[in-house]
């Protein structure tokens, strides 16, 4: 296994330490919930922002936390939700007047998590409420299935409400932004590797040399089906021919156009994509308003990208453009 | 079902859940996120390390109390899904000190019908559902050797299934040719459970 | 080859396009010298601060050029210094009467290009200085070789020069804070897997499933020993010791501590590295004043990872401290 | 040696370069970078695209051309090295209209002593001056046949050398056993100019 790793049993919990060791005074960690925290929060006049979600999507999210962002989070281990008592019991620490909101990423372990754990929470008087995000288009939202993934997108999701929030809006007025965001926030994803999650030691699947998977989500399993390889302007023509046409986003439109690494890409390539992208929006009359290209949630190790779209208003816009801070350090 | 017997059944469940970690997992991997078998393993280690002191007052009482842990400790949907197997089994035995086979298979019943609650899933979702049902109705008409049969055809037969719940329904059709981690893992349980069970009979 | 990749000859240009039309107004392109320059350079009353090197380093340098970092970036292809004519036509755009520094990682090519690019612009009237980045403990310098590499820790001599350039400093004034924190930086680095130049298409070596590189530079090749793989507390160990007992670095010692990702590696793992350094660190008696985990200097997709320590003083950490932007996004 | 066949030789040069890229730029994979292959292929690219317009008024001149060129456009250390050794080697050649053979031989030593300066590396560092050396030996004694077969020989001894130049230094002793890439190239260049050489001498 090419990895970074010790026992991978403290995979996550050794990771987390990092995480805090590297924010002294900015960061609480405690450890009995897999919990970062900003060591100001909670704050009794603003809505206390929380997410959940496995690990190994970093920086998504403990690396998400501090002011503008997150208030806190409590990774599961490597691809699994948070056991229920992580949410209960973060929930309780970060409860404020305000309220506390709880984000979700779409998938069936998270969702019940956080649904038991609020629940709980609110027995103990904590003022909760759970936004969940959905803005995968590989996945068709029907009745069989329990709806769309929460991928990449929800980093405006966390942006947004980070940002009201600590403009000091109520916890209605906060998931308000937050759904308004997620509702014009689109993304598809494609890996060109598997990824290698610690415990298991190996890739989680096989791919041939001129394979890669398309529609992947963010837990390294395979997407919704498997294709050739092509060139790199040719995948993205694909992701956003599917992303596009799904809101739809139409001429006219201002976006913001993010390009996510899902952790064993280098950035130069994500640029290339990132350049295709621009190109093929501005033939369609769409105009690129903020630009994203980076890693915001991975899959581990897995080679691959994801595209995302956000439909901006002077509003989203405004809150994407506030001023943030967040764990995972540049300068 | 005597309280030893509970504890017994739930200890084998553990061990085996502990020493499948690889198997499990493996299984969560063709078309999952590989997870299921460390969730499981790490979840069944916190249930193993607070054995001593769980609430042995009736065998309902000390499957309530191992599904709090198994809830509120393991990560995954297997946590809210087999906890909440564990809590509703242990609320249909009530404070009986020992439980009829009857009692037993009601107690699976009601941790299905939790299940599917929680879940909002049923039979034909490729989920563990499709190996705890055959298994709890062989159980009842055949008792344990029949249930373990039943159980080993029902998880194989998840391979032709495709998946509407959990992760890999992700994968629409390509879910199809592999049988699901969960019901195979039930399956992999009760046999256990059934080859160990006359050496626990005997010793009781 | 597991990469997003068009025609490889046009990498750099299009991931350079890319990055342009991620920083519309902040950035300037200039195609025919793989020019990134911020648009408000050159400006008179201020050191222009210029870096070339190869590409496939990203986000050195070009992602690196912004407020109080560089002003421009004139990178040639992967791994290949630029030529001459990169480094002269860039010196005279980013001619400023206070002068340009030219920062140079030390490197037969990159010397030749600079030292050659530099005349030329000089005998056009710019008036230009080099300041050479050699950090990398595991070549020794020695009369044999061209000395020591420059590897991760350029970034924190353009991170000082770009603050002191940016606060007005005189162009001498700049190489003294430059050559200072050159000197007490110190880095060693570790490859997993060998990366795969896209001209090339495969890896650039063989790496067995139990063996890594050790004392890699950030041009993929192989390092000064292939040594077995040990688990991630053990490499650091490792790691460390040849840093900490190579300048020295002492107890009572304030340093930074940077863990570089090569490409390939993800954040989770960065951060498990970063916990080891940061305690054996405590145990030897030197106190992490600024932690750095993220990816500054890479080799394409390479998995692994470079530990950098810097020798913290207050005029060191005031100009690690002060305000700079990058034009890689992260909010 | 004629305006024309220095122009024929630049040529072969050019066009061997780029058809070998892939084969240069493996051998710069073993203790280098991979990239030599590349910044050749591409500079040379770049001299046929102005091949038209190179001032052809005598060798040494047109030789200065073709170096101005490679030095400014081809990077890593290849641009400046074989840059060098163009300029330094149409320097030599003056303003005759057509070179001895004792003439090519004194404009290849002045290549070699740019390269020298340029590089501050001498024969035994392992890189291409360990082929070009003993080949314009081999040209001065023995003419061109003469010259292919050193400089096979000597590019295939590089092997042996521990690198003190250029990126294979950063290997120390991990460079032995494999041969230099600029060395090899260099014996892959002069053998075809000495293969395609007869045509030549017998079209002109
Ligand atoms: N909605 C559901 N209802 C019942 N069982 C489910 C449901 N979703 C998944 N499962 C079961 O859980 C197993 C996967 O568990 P686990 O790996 O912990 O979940 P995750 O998909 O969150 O990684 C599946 O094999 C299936 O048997
Ligand atoms: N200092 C030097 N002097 C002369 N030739 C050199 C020197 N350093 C390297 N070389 C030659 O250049 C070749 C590598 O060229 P290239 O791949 O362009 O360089 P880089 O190491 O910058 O990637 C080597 O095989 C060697 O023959
Ligand atoms: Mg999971
Ligand atoms: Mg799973
Ligand atoms: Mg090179
Ligand atoms: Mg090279």
Same mark, same amino acid.
């Given at each position: 296994? *090419?990895?970074?790793?010790?026992?991978?049993?403290?995979?996550?919990?050794?990771?987390?330490?990092?995480?805090a060791l590297a924010n002294p005074g900015?960061?609480?960690?405690?450890?009995?919930?897999?919990?970062?925290?900003?060591?100001?929060?909670?704050?009794?006049?603003?809505?206390?922002?929380?997410?959940?979600?496995?690990?190994?999507?970093?920086?998504?999210?403990?690396?998400?936390?501090? *002011?503008?962002?997150?208030?806190?989070?409590?990774?599961?281990?490597?691809?699994?939700?948070?056991?229920?008592?992580?949410?209960? #019991?973060?929930?309780?620490?970060?409860?404020?007047?305000?309220?506390?909101?709880?984000?979700? $990423? $779409?998938?069936?372990?998270?969702?019940?998590?956080?649904?038991?754990?609020?629940?709980?929470?609110?027995?103990?008087?904590?003022?909760? #409420?759970?936004?969940?995000?959905?803005?995968?288009?590989?996945?068709?939202?029907?009745?069989?299935?329990?709806?769309?993934?929460?991928?990449?997108?929800?980093?405006?999701?966390?942006?947004?409400?980070?940002?009201?929030?600590?403009?000091?809006? #109520?916890?209605?007025?906060?998931?308000?932004?937050? *759904?308004?965001?997620?509702?014009?926030?689109?993304?598809?994803?494609?890996?060109?590797?598997?990824?290698?999650? /610690?415990?298991?030691?190996?890739?989680?699947?096989?791919?041939?040399?001129?394979?890669? #998977?398309?529609?992947?989500?963010?837990?390294?399993?395979?997407?919704?089906?498997?294709?050739?390889? *092509?060139?790199?302007?040719?995948?993205?023509?694909?992701?956003?021919?599917?992303?596009?046409?799904?809101? /739809?986003?139409?001429?006219?439109?201002?976006?913001?156009?993010?390009?996510?690494?899902l952790g064993g890409t280098p950035l130069?390539?994500?640029?290339?994509?990132?350049?295709?992208?621009?190109?093929?929006?501005?033939?369609?009359?769409?105009?690129?308003?903020?630009?994203?290209?980076?890693?915001?949630?991975?899959?581990?190790?897995?080679?691959?990208?994801?595209?995302?779209?956000?439909?901006?208003?002077?509003?989203?816009?405004?809150?994407?453009?506030?001023?943030?801070?967040?764990?995972?350090?540049?300068? | 079902?005597?309280?030893?017997?509970?504890?017994? &059944?739930?200890?084998?469940?553990?061990?085996?859940?502990?020493?499948?970690?690889?198997?499990?997992?493996?299984?969560?991997?063709?078309?999952?996120?590989?997870?299921?078998? =460390?969730?499981?393993?790490?979840?069944?280690?916190?249930?193993?390390?607070?054995?001593?002191?769980?609430?042995?007052?009736?065998?309902?009482?000390?499957?309530?109390?191992?599904?709090?842990?198994?809830?509120?400790?393991?990560?995954?949907?297997?946590?809210?899904?087999?906890?909440?197997?564990?809590?509703?089994?242990?609320?249909?035995?009530?404070?009986?000190?020992?439980?009829?086979?009857?009692?037993? &298979?009601?107690?699976?019943?009601?941790?299905?019908?939790?299940?599917?609650?929680?879940?909002?899933?049923?039979?034909?979702?490729?989920?563990?559902?499709?190996?705890?049902?055959?298994?709890?109705?062989?159980?009842a008409s055949g008792g344990l050797p029949?249930?373990? &049969?039943?159980?080993?055809?029902?998880?194989?037969?998840?391979?032709?299934?495709?998946?509407?719940?959990?992760?890999?329904? =992700?994968?629409?059709?390509?879910?199809?040719?592999?049988?699901?981690?969960?019901?195979?893992?039930?399956?992999?349980?009760?046999?256990?459970?059934?080859?160990?069970?006359?050496?626990?009979?005997?010793?009781?």
């Amino acid at each position: 296994m *090419k990895k970074f790793v010790n026992d991978p049993k403290n995979y996550v919990a050794e990771m987390l330490e990092g995480v805090a060791l590297a924010n002294p005074g900015a960061l609480r960690y405690v450890p009995a919930y897999n919990l970062i925290m900003r060591s100001d929060a909670p704050n009794d006049n603003k809505v206390s922002i929380v997410q959940g979600s496995g690990s190994g999507h970093e920086p998504a999210h403990v690396m998400e936390v501090g *002011k503008g962002m997150l208030d806190a989070a409590c990774p599961g281990d490597v691809f699994a939700a948070p056991p229920m008592d992580y949410v209960y #019991e973060t929930a309780k620490l970060l409860s404020s007047p305000k309220g506390v909101l709880l984000l979700v $990423n $779409n998938y069936t372990g998270d969702r019940m998590a956080f649904d038991m754990g609020k629940e709980m929470a609110e027995a103990d008087g904590v003022r909760a #409420e759970i936004l969940t995000v959905n803005d995968d288009v590989a996945v068709q939202d029907s009745t069989y299935t329990v709806g769309r993934r929460g991928v990449a997108g929800n980093f405006f999701v966390i942006k947004a409400v980070g940002a009201a929030a600590e403009q000091g809006a #109520e916890l209605d007025e906060v998931i308000r932004v937050g *759904k308004k965001v997620n509702d014009v926030t689109r993304t598809m994803g494609v890996a060109l590797t598997a990824c290698t999650p /610690p415990a298991k030691g190996s890739p989680l699947f096989e791919l041939g040399a001129d394979e890669m #998977e398309f529609g992947v989500g963010i837990h390294g399993e395979p997407g919704r089906e498997r294709r050739k390889l *092509k060139d790199a302007d040719a995948i993205v023509d694909d992701l956003l021919e599917a992303v596009v046409t799904d809101l /739809p986003y139409d001429r006219g439109d201002r976006v913001a156009l993010m390009i996510n690494g899902l952790g064993g890409t280098p950035l130069s390539e994500l640029y290339i994509l990132f350049r295709r992208a621009h190109q093929r929006l501005a033939d369609r009359g769409i105009t690129v308003g903020r630009s994203y290209v980076n890693e915001y949630c991975t899959s581990l190790d897995m080679a691959g990208a994801s595209l995302t779209l956000v439909r901006l208003d002077d509003e989203i816009e405004g809150l994407l453009a506030a001023p943030a801070e967040a764990a995972v350090r540049v300068f | 079902m005597t309280m030893r017997q509970t504890e017994f &059944v739930v200890r084998v469940i553990a061990e085996t859940a502990i020493e499948n970690e690889k198997y499990f997992g493996d299984l969560d991997s063709v078309v999952g996120d590989g997870d299921f078998g =460390y969730s499981l393993a790490r979840g069944f280690e916190k249930l193993l390390e607070g054995w001593d002191g769980l609430d042995r007052t009736d065998p309902g009482t000390f499957l309530k109390k191992c599904g709090i842990v198994i809830t509120s400790r393991i990560g995954g949907t297997s946590g809210p899904i087999w906890g909440t197997g564990f809590l509703r089994a242990g609320a249909a035995a009530g404070d009986a000190a020992e439980l009829t086979a009857v009692q037993v &298979v009601a107690m699976l019943r009601a941790a299905i019908e939790g299940i599917k609650a929680r879940g909002q899933s049923d039979v034909g979702d490729k989920t563990l559902l499709d190996a705890l049902v055959p298994m709890t109705d062989a159980l009842a008409s055949g008792g344990l050797p029949a249930a373990a &049969v039943a159980v080993r055809e029902a998880a194989d037969a998840t391979a032709e299934m495709v998946a509407k719940r959990g992760r890999a329904a =992700y994968t629409g059709e390509r879910s199809r040719g592999s049988v699901d981690a969960g019901a195979m893992a039930v399956a992999v349980l009760v046999e256990r459970i059934s080859e160990t069970w006359p050496k626990q009979g005997d010793a009781s």
